[in-house]
């Protein structure tokens, strides 16, 4: 792996690859999926070399983990040289959830078991 960075540092740093890595793409639907190479890959955007028609993806999902948990970005197409295309990441929160979120739900779920839990410690036992 090489580091590309601008004189001007203008744009974001690049990783490009001296072998490309191998990786996959998917319809945004998930109907289809098919190989590619990731040639370099930025923050925002990224290199790829694909074995499809890249003129018809215009939106999918770069897949940049083939097991455990998936790694992927929503990329948009840019532009299009030969098998090469140039493409952009979509920036979203897909199944992130802000840690404001989280908290409130989970202190209430700690206050809702309290009560049960001391309610049971003051129980008498009963012997059948």
Same mark, same amino acid.
């Given at each position: $792996?090489? $580091?590309?960075? +601008?004189?001007?540092?203008?744009?974001?740093?690049?990783?490009?690859?001296?072998?490309?890595?191998?990786?996959? &793409? $998917?319809? /945004? =639907?998930?109907?289809?999926? =098919? =190989? %590619?190479?990731? /040639?370099? /890959? @930025? =923050?925002?955007?990224? !290199?790829?070399?694909?074995?499809?028609?890249?003129?018809? *993806?215009?939106?999918?999902?770069? $897949? *940049?983990? +083939?097991?455990? @948990?998936? &790694?992927?970005?929503? %990329?948009?197409?840019?532009?299009?040289?030969?098998?090469?295309?140039?493409? +952009?990441?979509?920036? @979203? !929160? /897909?199944? #992130?959830?802000?840690?404001?979120?989280?908290?409130?739900?989970?202190?209430?779920? #700690?206050? +809702?078991?309290?009560?049960?839990?001391?309610?049971?410690?003051?129980?008498?036992?009963? &012997?059948?």
């Amino acid at each position: $792996m090489t $580091m590309r960075t +601008s004189e001007l540092e203008k744009t974001p740093p690049r990783v490009e690859f001296e072998r490309p890595l191998p990786v996959r &793409v $998917m319809a /945004i =639907d998930g109907t289809w999926s =098919d =190989d %590619c190479f990731l /040639i370099d /890959i @930025s =923050d925002t955007e990224a !290199q790829l070399e694909l074995t499809a028609q890249p003129a018809e *993806l215009a939106e999918f999902f770069l $897949m *940049l983990t +083939s097991f455990g @948990s998936p &790694v992927f970005r929503r %990329c948009r197409r840019k532009w299009v040289q030969g098998a090469r295309v140039g493409v +952009s990441f979509h920036k @979203s !929160q /897909i199944g #992130i959830k802000a840690l404001e979120e989280e908290v409130p739900a989970q202190r209430g779920a #700690i206050r +809702s078991a309290t009560p049960r839990h001391r309610a049971r410690e003051n129980a008498t036992p009963t &012997v059948p």
